[in-house]
């Protein structure tokens, strides 16, 4: 009894392998119409992340404790002592003051890039990931569907636009060196 279930095993899992190994016997209509279909996805996972990757970048800009919280911070206290100024109230304390608060905000908006930059290097370095697998998956197609005699002008056009993506994205890597290589 063993050993039919064990052929019945072998034999199920050869005809997977077989069927898997060779998908399309015969190309027909069906075929290529359904090659456009997976091709058509691929395009639209690739819009879908470039959306996702430009919603994300927002997000981190537009965090609690941007740039414009800074400088509307900085703006009120550098208000409060410049009436004591205009009020003739701690003149040389307040100028002091006020330059010291420029200051520290010079550093916090420094700070600020800096945590930004990390962030989008990370968002970056994910997004090249999953562009690479799109790639991988799209030939994976374009192998599953090689017995097409002709390969749609769409395939090209989603393949090119696939490798601009990447390129596109070791172009912002490339700008920040010191963040990308930190995060990796």
Not at 16 to 29: C, D, S
Not at 104 to 109: A, F, I, P, W
Not at 130 to 141: I, P, Q, V
Request: glycine share 2%.
């Amino acid at each position: 009894m063993k050993t039919l279930v064990i052929i019945a095993l072998f034999a199920t899992a050869n005809l997977g392998t077989t069927l898997f190994a060779n998908p399309l016997k015969e190309p027909t209509a069906i075929h290529a119409d359904d090659f456009k279909s997976k091709v058509a996805f691929h395009q639209n996972n690739i819009s879908i992340l470039w959306n996702q990757y430009d919603l994300s970048v927002q997000r981190i800009r537009n965090s609690a404790g941007n740039h414009a919280d800074l400088e509307r911070d900085e703006a009120y206290f550098v208000a409060v002592y410049q009436k004591d100024i205009d009020n003739n109230i701690r003149v040389e304390e307040s100028k002091a003051t006020i330059a010291e608060i420029k200051a520290k905000y010079v550093k916090e908006h420094e700070q600020r890039s800096a945590q930004e930059a990390r962030r989008m290097a990370t968002l970056q370095t994910q997004l090249k990931k999953a562009l690479e697998r799109e790639a991988n998956a799209l030939s994976k197609t374009k192998e599953a569907y090689a017995g097409l005699t002709a390969i749609p002008a769409a395939f090209s056009e989603v393949e090119n636009y696939v490798n601009e993506s990447i390129e596109r994205v070791n172009l912002l890597l490339a700008d920040s060196p010191e963040t990308t290589i930190a995060v990796r």
